[in-house]
């Protein structure tokens, strides 16, 4: 299969005549990945589980690993689930069309695909004006989850997406760059208490202050293991990761810096090439290794935006192995801190207390 990739001259204005062909591949069972603000996505037919299937396939993704169906309106949802929960409502009005992400319970008119057998769908509406105005052509919903082998960094731009599709899918849509650079913030609204499944953008304190009580899953905290059906994308199954060992160190900052320095000094003196990811604040503290400056500490959402890119990045620089710094678990910090942890495998060192683990 050869994959054509549409540039959009502009992504803030996008034409309808750059986007009807990708609309028409979606429509026939094909799939196009495109933009959004988040990452790039794959979509597919939400309502076409053949379609759902070339999803699973490109990706090599879990068939288990529910699929995320993006509207363009509010109009659009009832079709999709059987009741709105007020939680949900309260929700869509503050934050839709935007980086979050809802769990509903389904109608039989989608298939368990692309649910990935679970009786709830996971909806999405994204802001990004290439993405809402693709769906809103294809007049379907669109599964989409991140464009990207499973597994493997998200994409946060085009050249990401060809690197892991091309040859794979019918089309590609080149927005350039994406803003937020972390997937969306996932709440399951389909119980009596709404629960943060994924972190993001809409941070846990942002869900709060809109809802009151919002627990949060334990998946979060550590990974999904043995035969539980993952409710949301990216519980279960390791995500995101380099192909360099990666380790995420925790602790005071000179801490972190004096162990990262240490450690990496040992690595190169066997022989390897060496990753570490900092900060613009810390770049200057880091004598050796190969140095990825991920954003800065004082503007979270700097670190957000790169920290896909940086771990590709690496990749394309074939490092043996990676020491990651380690953020605050505030506000957007939270959706940091769990994607590094899952790109990491949990590989957590915690120094500057009494032993090192």
């Known amino acids: 299969m050869k994959t054509k990739v549409i540039k959009i001259k502009d992504k803030t204005r996008p034409e309808d005549g750059e986007l009807l062909e990708a609309a028409e591949i979606l429509r026939s069972g094909g799939l196009v990945a495109f933009p959004t603000e988040t990452v790039y996505g794959l979509g597919a037919n939400a309502l076409d589980e053949a379609a759902a299937k070339k999803i699973y396939a490109a990706k090599g993704r879990p068939s288990d690993n529910p699929l995320i169906a ?22 869509a009005e503050k934050y839709w069309p935007g980086p979050l992400t809802m769990i509903f319970p389904k109608k039989d008119v989608v298939p368990y695909g692309t649910t990935g057998g679970l009786d709830t769908v996971a909806v999405r509406m994204p802001s990004d004006p290439v993405a809402n105005r693709l769906i809103k052509l294809a007049g379907i919903p669109v599964a989409a989850p991140s464009a990207n082998t499973s597994g493997r960094p998200s994409p946060t731009r085009a050249e990401h997406v ?44 942002m869900l709060r202050e809109t809802l009151g009580q919002v627990e949060v899953d334990p998946a979060i905290l550590g990974p999904v293991k043995g035969d539980v059906k993952p409710k949301a994308p990216g519980m279960k199954y390791r995500h995101y990761a380099p192909k360099a060992d990666m380790v995420l160190v925790e602790g005071a900052m000179e801490d972190v810096v004096d162990y990262i320095n240490r450690e990496a000094a040992k690595a190169m003196g066997a022989g390897k090439r060496v990753g570490i990811i900092c900060t613009r604040e810390s770049r200057d503290l880091y004598p050796q290794g190969l140095l990825e400056v991920i954003g800065s500490r004082s503007q979270e959402e700097t670190v957000a935006h790169n920290l896909f890119a940086v771990l590709r990045d690496f990749d394309d620089r074939q490092v043996d192995c990676i020491f990651s710094e380690s953020f605050s678990e505030d506000q957007l910090g939270q959706a940091i801190m769990n994607r590094l942890c899952k790109a990491a495998g949990y590989h957590i060192v915690k120094c500057g207390g009494p032993s090192e683990e």
């Open 70 to 91: 993006h509207i363009s309106s509010m109009e659009e949802l009832p079709a999709l689930v059987r009741e709105i929960p007020e939680a949900g409502r309260k929700l």
């Open 162 to 205: 060809i690197e892991d599709m091309d040859g794979k899918i019918e089309m590609i849509l080149d927005g350039g760059q994406v803003g937020i650079g972390v997937e969306s913030t996932i709440v399951d609204v389909s119980g009596p208490v709404p629960t943060l499944l994924r972190p993001g953008a809409v941070t846990l304190e």
